[in-house]
């Protein structure tokens, strides 16, 4: 059975800083890239980051680069990120997933194909 589990999320004022983690289990970790997305309300969902299975590769959303670092720990079968510089943009449920990332677009959320339930981010101004 497949989990995926995110934490980490809360509140926090803008400036601040937030780690998530996303905990997984029930397929072979290092098999697959793993990517940070968020949705705010009435708005699609868009990809923060991402992660190759290595770790060696990691992509960025322009607006988040040089604020949001993505790392992961093949031996905890866990992904992180790091959000520092907070905005109030930011603010957003935040959801973990792992994909094969068949079609080179590793910030694309049709390649993923298991994904967590969330956690909230919400940065107050």
């Known amino acids: 059975q497949v989990q995926v589990v995110e934490s980490g999320g809360g509140l926090v004022e803008a400036g601040g800083s937030l780690n998530l983690s996303c905990t997984t289990s029930g397929f072979t970790f290092d098999d697959y890239a793993m990517g940070w997305f968020r949705q705010a309300p009435g708005k699609e969902r868009e990809g923060v980051s991402a992660?190759?299975?290595?770790?060696?590769?990691?992509f960025y959303e322009h607006s988040v680069k040089g604020r949001f670092t993505i790392s992961r720990d093949n031996a905890e079968n866990t992904v992180y990120l790091q959000m520092s510089s907070l905005k109030a943009e930011d603010s957003a449920m935040y959801y973990c997933a792992a994909g094969r990332i068949r079609f080179g677009d590793p910030l694309n959320p049709d390649e993923y194909n298991f994904w967590g339930q969330g956690t909230q981010v919400t940065v107050s101004s």
């Open positions: 992660i190759s299975w290595s770790g060696k590769n990691t």
